[in-house]
């Protein structure tokens, strides 16, 4: 068979077994077996015979894929914010529109002299904001030790060593500021609501998704105590849930906090919330 045609199999075998674009699925884990860096360069090869050497492991990969295994956990890295990250059952597969947040903090605190990611998870936000940041030092925190670990894997991968500081913690337990920016996306799904999330979503940790009766819990506590930790101006950023921006906003107003912002993401869902410590 050629590539072309061993792809077409694995997609038709991914799409009956209820995996979504199933197409882009084998693409990315046909790329993995021949040790493509780039999906895109599997383009150049449709006609090439692959034998059983390569079939095999292929089968074995679109098995788990096909089981519910998240993509990302099978080959072992995700893209964010244009760079390649570790990614494992550790933390949570970082989402594409955590980009966004990224994005806001470097719009909203451009001179940022010093900044706390709290919730890192994988320390992708973290990772994105200190490369972007150069003059810039940047504290990341998480409750979960399996989390920090993997953020450190990150740290490392990108040369970041003395730039971002990791440390475990319960929210701002153990963080000293103050920070310029505190960014978080922290957990904000109604616990209720998490058996009924798609079985990829399932791989995440439960600490990583569950945000209490209502989603708030995380949240609710954050928003005081960073007040302690924050500069004059200093900035909070949120990543939320796709209905919770009035009842955050009414949190942030309730402690005082001033310049109190929702800000829609590409699907025009209020996915972030920003605030300044008056
Ligand atoms: C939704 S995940 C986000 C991970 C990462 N920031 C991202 O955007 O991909 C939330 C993270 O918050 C962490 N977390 C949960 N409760 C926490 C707490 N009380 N204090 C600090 N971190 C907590 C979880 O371990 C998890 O890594």
């Given at each position: 068979m050629t590539a072309l045609e061993?792809?077409?199999?694995?997609a038709g075998y991914l799409a009956k077994h209820g995996v979504e674009n199933p197409r882009?699925?084998?693409?990315?884990?046909?790329?993995?077996?021949?040790?493509?860096?780039?999906?895109?360069?599997?383009?150049?090869?449709?006609?090439?015979?692959?034998g059983e050497r390569e079939r095999a492991p292929l089968r074995d990969l679109a098995k788990r894929r096909g089981e519910g295994e998240p993509l990302q956990h099978i080959?072992?890295?995700?893209?964010?914010?244009?760079?390649?990250?570790?990614?494992?059952?550790?933390?949570?597969?970082?989402?594409?529109?955590?980009?966004?947040?990224?994005?806001?903090?470097?719009?909203?605190a451009p001179a940022a002299n010093s900044i706390l990611d709290v919730g890192t998870?994988?320390?992708?936000?973290?990772?994105?904001?200190?490369?972007?940041?150069?003059?810039?030092?940047v504290h990341a925190s998480d409750i979960s030790p399996d989390a920090l670990a993997l953020a450190a894997e990150n740290t490392a991968r990108h040369s970041l060593g003395n730039r971002l500081a990791l440390v475990q913690s319960d929210l701002l337990e153990a963080v000293k500021g103050p920070f310029d920016a505190i960014v978080a996306n922290l957990p904000y799904i109604p616990a209720s609501e998490i058996p009924s999330l798609s079985r990829e979503v399932q791989h995440d940790p439960r600490r990583a998704l569950d945000g209490g009766a209502e989603g708030l819990d995380l949240i609710e506590r954050l928003v005081?105590?960073?007040?302690?930790?924050?500069?004059?101006?200093?900035?909070?950023?949120?990543?939320?849930?796709?209905?919770?921006?009035e009842k955050v906003c009414a949190i942030l107003a309730v402690h005082n906090y001033r310049d109190i912002a929702a800000h829609p993401d590409y699907q025009g869902v209020q996915r972030f919330v920003t605030a300044r410590h008056g």
């Amino acid at each position: 068979m050629t590539a072309l045609e061993v792809l077409k199999a694995a997609a038709g075998y991914l799409a009956k077994h209820g995996v979504e674009n199933p197409r882009l699925n084998a693409e990315h884990l046909l790329a993995h077996v021949l040790g493509k860096e780039k999906r895109i360069d599997l383009y150049l090869e449709f006609d090439r015979p692959l034998g059983e050497r390569e079939r095999a492991p292929l089968r074995d990969l679109a098995k788990r894929r096909g089981e519910g295994e998240p993509l990302q956990h099978i080959l072992g890295t995700v893209e964010f914010c244009g760079r390649t990250f570790h990614c494992d059952a550790r933390a949570l597969i970082p989402r594409p529109e955590t980009e966004q947040l990224v994005e806001l903090v470097l719009k909203e605190a451009p001179a940022a002299n010093s900044i706390l990611d709290v919730g890192t998870g994988s320390g992708i936000i973290a990772a994105s904001l200190a490369i972007a940041l150069p003059e810039a030092t940047v504290h990341a925190s998480d409750i979960s030790p399996d989390a920090l670990a993997l953020a450190a894997e990150n740290t490392a991968r990108h040369s970041l060593g003395n730039r971002l500081a990791l440390v475990q913690s319960d929210l701002l337990e153990a963080v000293k500021g103050p920070f310029d920016a505190i960014v978080a996306n922290l957990p904000y799904i109604p616990a209720s609501e998490i058996p009924s999330l798609s079985r990829e979503v399932q791989h995440d940790p439960r600490r990583a998704l569950d945000g209490g009766a209502e989603g708030l819990d995380l949240i609710e506590r954050l928003v005081p105590a960073a007040r302690q930790h924050l500069a004059p101006m200093g900035l909070i950023a949120l990543e939320i849930g796709h209905d919770q921006s009035e009842k955050v906003c009414a949190i942030l107003a309730v402690h005082n906090y001033r310049d109190i912002a929702a800000h829609p993401d590409y699907q025009g869902v209020q996915r972030f919330v920003t605030a300044r410590h008056g």
